[in-house]
Structure formats: structure tokens, C-alpha cells
């Protein structure tokens, strides 16, 4: 799989970057030049989520929780960087997510939409949402395995429930830490882009904070149910166990005497 993948429609070039080199940074910026204060942390991670601008450039920095995965123990970092007639994305490792919008119509779509003067801005935004979208499609996942699991407790197997739980609740409470990190981000997000591209993005960015508020409130009742869950699991786990001492107790009542 190639580290650098390129895909351009009409004045927009898209550039996808795989975990990249310091090689792969000198292309990067031959093909695109950028503010020497945006580009110091491309070829590695960074702890923390983030806006940035300069004259003409946008730059987020966003982690993205991971939940059916298990041979990753982090979030996926993405870094988006979008000029004029570039968006430049930065990652550590293949995300489904993205290379399925690169074969999206919505790709071209929101550049036929955009004003004549389109940015690399739009597809940023574009590609935002779309990421936004895929992690609606996470909670369904985590909503479905949490059906699953109360149905499993109506069908005496509260012990094996208790691990069932615990594991859904550590993706769910990760999923919910990662996506709150995203706040300060958003919040700088119209601001940076009114400043590196002028008006004509607001309307944009309004419907991805939307759709964020709308996963967080969503991440809230995937918690709550959790909770809920957890708790009656409990009071039939401990109903079933206060049952078997009561027979034990009755069996030594009988016995002891006996004996």
C-alpha cells in the first residue's frame, strides 16, 4: 500500500498520508508548502487534540476512538491540514472509514456545491462528517452487543454477564473520553477557518458540531443503559446467591444434628 495517496478532482489535490517518513514530508511540502510552525509534528503522534491556522491554512488534530479493533490499544490519530487547493491528511494506520469516503461520491458532491471557489477546507469539513457518520455507526455496534447481553442475563448467566459488561463498558467509557477530547477543537474550529479562508464555512462546520453533540448525547445513553444494565445484573446475581445459602443453610440446619 502505498504511504502517499493522491486524489484530486478539479483544483482540489487530496494527499493521504500513511504513517509518514521524513521523506515522505519533503513530498509532502514540494507539492504543498507549509508555515513552518504546522508542520513540526507530522511524522509522529502528538498527546493531545487541537486547532491551529496560519494565513490561507487550516490544521486539527483529532483522535478517533476505536471499538471493534483489538490488536490496537490507542485512538486513531488523524491531523488534517487544508489550504486553498489542498487537504493534506495525516495518519498512523489504515482507517476504514477513510479510505471509504475516498471512494465516495460525497467527494466530489460537496466540491459541486461548494461555491466556484472551493477550498481544501470543504473537503475537509466533508471528510469530518463522514468520520462523524462511521462513529454514529460505532455506538450502533456497541447498542447491539449491549441488546445481546441483556438478553443473556434473562437466561441464567448473570456470572458470565458480569465480564460481558466490563468489557462493553471499557470501549464504551474510552469511546466517550476520546470524542469529549474533540470539544476544544470545535469550538476553535469556525474561528481558524474564518481567519486562514474567510466567511462561507460556518453553515459547514455547524452541521459537524451538530452531528458531535449528537454522538456525545448518544455516547451519554450508551453509558446510562450500561449502568442500569449492570445494576440488575447485580440484584440477580446477588438474589441467586442469597437462594443457594438459604438451601445450604437448610441442608446444615438438617444435617448437623444428624451428625
Known amino acids: 500500500m502505498k504511504m502517499i495517496q493522491r486524489f484530486s478532482h478539479e483544483n482540489i489535490v487530496w494527499l493521504d498520508v500513511i504513517h509518514p517518513t521524513n521523506k515522505d514530508l519533503r513530498t509532502i511540502l514540494k507539492a504543498c508548502p507549509l508555515p513552518t510552525e504546522l508542520v513540526g509534528d507530522l511524522t509522529s503522534m502528538t498527546p493531545r487534540t487541537e486547532t491551529k491556522h496560519a494565513k490561507n491554512v487550516l490544521k486539527i488534530t483529532l483522535d478517533f476512538p476505536v471499538v471493534k479493533r483489538t490488536d490496537i490499544k490507542h485512538p486513531h490519530e488523524i491531523k488534517f491540514i487544508a489550504t486553498k487547493s489542498h487537504l493534506i491528511t495525516i495518519r498512523f494506520e489504515d482507517i476504514n472509514a477513510v479510505h471509504s469516503f475516498s471512494k465516495q461520491l460525497e467527494v466530489v458532491n460537496i466540491l459541486k456545491h461548494a461555491s466556484k471557489k472551493a477550498t ?27 441488546q445481546e447481553t441483556e438478553e443473556n442475563i434473562f437466561q441464567d448467566n448473570e456470572k458470565e454477564m458480569l465480564f460481558a459488561i466490563s468489557n462493553i463498558s471499557r470501549r464504551a467509557v474510552s469511546f466517550k473520553h476520546v470524542l469529549e477530547s474533540h470539544e476544544s477543537a470545535l469550538t476553535d474550529l469556525d474561528t481558524a477557518a474564518t481567519s486562514a479562508f474567510g466567511r462561507g464555512y460556518t453553515h459547514q462546520i455547524e452541521a459537524v458540531v451538530s452531528t458531535y453533540e449528537h454522538l ?6 450508551v453509558r446510562s443503559v450500561l449502568e442500569d444494565l449492570r445494576d440488575t445484573n447485580n440484584a440477580l446475581l446477588s438474589t441467586k446467591q442469597n437462594e443457594v445459602m438459604k438451601i445450604l443453610t437448610i441442608m446444615a ?6 451428625t
Not at 470543504?122 to 449491549?146: G, P
Not at 456525545?216 to 445513553?221: E, G, I
Not at 440446619?253 to 444428624?258: A, D, S
Open 120 to 146: 481544501g477546507a470543504h473537503l475537509l469539513l466533508a471528510l469530518l462528517q463522514y468520520l462523524y457518520n462511521a462513529l454514529d455507526e460505532k455506538i450502533d455496534y456497541l447498542e447491539s452487543r449491549i
Open 216 to 221: 456525545v448525547r448518544r455516547a451519554d445513553r
Open 253 to 258: 440446619f438438617i444435617t448437623f444434628p444428624l
